[in-house]
């Protein structure tokens, strides 16, 4: 069965970094396009970042360029997301899914539990 477990979240203050790690199993990740997504209490979900299958340019929401970083590793199953410069605005639980590749829009089914990422003015 397919499994998605995010992790890596946690309180940081204003300007500080996080890496999350998001590892699936039971599907194909390495020919899956994967991004990050996030949700914030009373707002709806937006797309963070999407990277095709083999890597390289990614999407980014304009709110994230310039601070957040994709990437991957099909030999791990592993996706990741560095988020640099971190702002109170960025507080959400953050999910990894299949997305479209160029978009923030998810293509998948599956999600986990998600990581929740705080940041303290």
């Known amino acids: 069965r397919v499994q998605v477990v995010e992790s890596g979240g946690g309180l940081v203050q204003a300007g500080g970094s996080l890496r999350l790690s998001c590892t699936a199993s039971g599907l194909n990740f390495d020919a899956s396009a994967m991004g990050w997504f996030r949700q914030a209490p009373g707002k709806e979900r937006e797309g963070v970042s999407c990277m095709s299958q083999r890597g390289g340019k990614a999407y980014y929401f304009d709110s994230v360029k310039g601070r957040f970083t994709l990437s991957r590793d099909n030999a791990k199953n592993t996706l990741y997301l560095q988020m640099n410069d971190l702002k109170p605005e960025d507080t959400a639980m953050y999910y990894c899914?299949?997305?479209?590749?160029?978009?923030?829009?998810?293509?998948?089914?599956?999600w986990g539990q998600g990581t929740q990422v705080t940041v303290s003015s």
């Open positions: 899914a299949a997305c479209r590749t160029g978009t923030g829009l998810a293509a998948g089914p599956y």
